[in-house]
């Protein structure tokens, strides 16, 4: 006499063995193992529906799903963890993620899209470029207000976008395409931005965390490779010869400036400078970061939401990377900062007047009650 079973899913008979499966440690008929349970895609091994966790595509036990994967935020699909894509501690598929990442305002800090160079109408391709990076702190990581200062200087041209950093307390970055000189000065509504964001509660001089940084492009500096690295050698070269007169303009503390903007220390020499920053151990922790490929970036100065303050750093590293170009090496050894302060041009208005302010301007001081920011 064949044995009688009971299905534990439907509480039916089974006459026959051959028409039982089990699944689970439960004995079930086949129309249960064929309506009520799957395989999970992740092990192969078969669970009742009621005990898994599936998406339109993809169903997997419990078990596979606590310890190999995880839903999207956005759309709620299943990914394996080795396909998750991060944006703070939420987990997002990969077209989730670009889709976030064309929404969102603050990017993350590894955000690099592809650079647009922006020149004033009357210049030339082969004006320098600098991109410019501001940390600003105290008011917020937040995507409203950075959509508010996006939206001050993307009105006609996207030439800012907003970065995460994790050096700031409640801050973020805000970064610029390359741009001219003159562009920063007269087109990039810089003031209007600075001014905004103080009136949302950021600060940038006034913290201990935030710095300006300016980047050059290699290029700019020379046709060939041997070139570039001239000029680099005495751009390192002016910056160790004149530190105390750039370390009063930079208005960074000692121990911010040896933190974030450290001295490579001084050589004889431009190239042994140079050499001897290739070999440093301070990465892109020095004054003069020579570690990215395409840029050299000035790390010198501390942050600022005073326009008059910010152009005049812009218009003194314009200012130093002229003189490196125009110097020979024996040149450069020879010049005094009095000698640089009086062949810089007329027209760097803003550099001239801070140099007087900070008693860096040969023979022509101004006093100022306290510093500014």
């Not at 009136?199 to 290029?219: A, E, K, M, Q, W």
């Not at 050698?233 to 009063?248: A, C, D, G, P």
């Not at 600022?304 to 003189?323: G, P, Q, R």
């Not at 010049?335 to 022509?364: C, G």
């Amino acid at each position: 006499m064949n044995e009688i079973y009971e299905c534990a899913n439907c509480g039916c008979t089974i006459e026959n063995e051959e028409d039982l499966y089990e699944v689970e440690d439960q004995i079930i008929c086949e129309d249960c193992f064929n309506d009520e349970t799957f395989t999970c895609s992740h092990c192969g091994e078969r669970f009742f529906y009621r005990n898994s966790v599936s998406d339109d595509n993809t169903a997997i036990c419990q078990n596979c799903y606590d310890n190999y994967y995880r839903r999207c935020e956005r759309c709620g699909c299943i990914i394996h963890d080795d396909n998750v894509y991060w944006d703070g501690d939420y987990p997002y598929c990969s077209d989730c993620y670009d889709e976030e990442e064309q929404c969102r305002h603050i990017h993350d800090y590894g955000y690099k899209p592809v650079p647009i160079f922006y020149r004033c109408s009357d210049e030339g391709e082969n004006v320098r470029c600098y991109g410019v990076e501001l940390e600003i702190d105290r008011g917020g990581k937040d995507d409203d207000n950075a959509d508010t200062l996006e939206s001050i200087a993307n009105r006609e041209e996207e030439i800012l976008y907003i970065k995460s950093d994790g050096s700031l307390d409640e801050g973020m970055e805000l970064v610029s395409h390359p741009c001219s000189l003159y562009f920063h000065k007269y087109d990039f509504p810089w003031e209007e931005i600075m001014k905004r964001a103080v009136r949302l509660g950021y600060r940038s001089h006034n913290t201990s965390t935030c710095g300006l940084h300016v980047h050059i492009g290699r290029c700019s500096l020379g046709n060939t490779y041997e070139r570039q690295e001239d000029v680099i050698s005495r751009i390192l070269f002016f910056f160790e010869s004149h530190w105390n007169e750039l370390f009063r303009f930079s208005r960074r503390s000692e121990e911010s400036a040896e933190h974030w903007a450290a001295r490579h220390g001084y050589e004889d020499r431009p190239k042994e400078i140079l050499e001897k920053a290739k070999k440093s151990s301070k990465g892109r922790y020095a004054c003069v970061n020579i570690t990215n490929i395409s840029t050299v970036e000035i790390r010198l100065f501390r942050g600022t939401l005073k326009w008059n303050t910010f152009m005049a750093s812009l218009e003194l590293v314009d200012a130093i990377c002229e003189n490196a170009i125009r110097l020979n090496d024996d040149e450069l050894h020879k010049q005094s900062w009095a000698d640089f302060v009086m062949d810089i041009s007329p027209e760097y208005t803003e550099l001239i007047s801070y140099l007087k302010e900070k008693r860096l301007y040969v023979n022509e001081p101004t006093i100022i009650d306290e510093e500014d920011n």
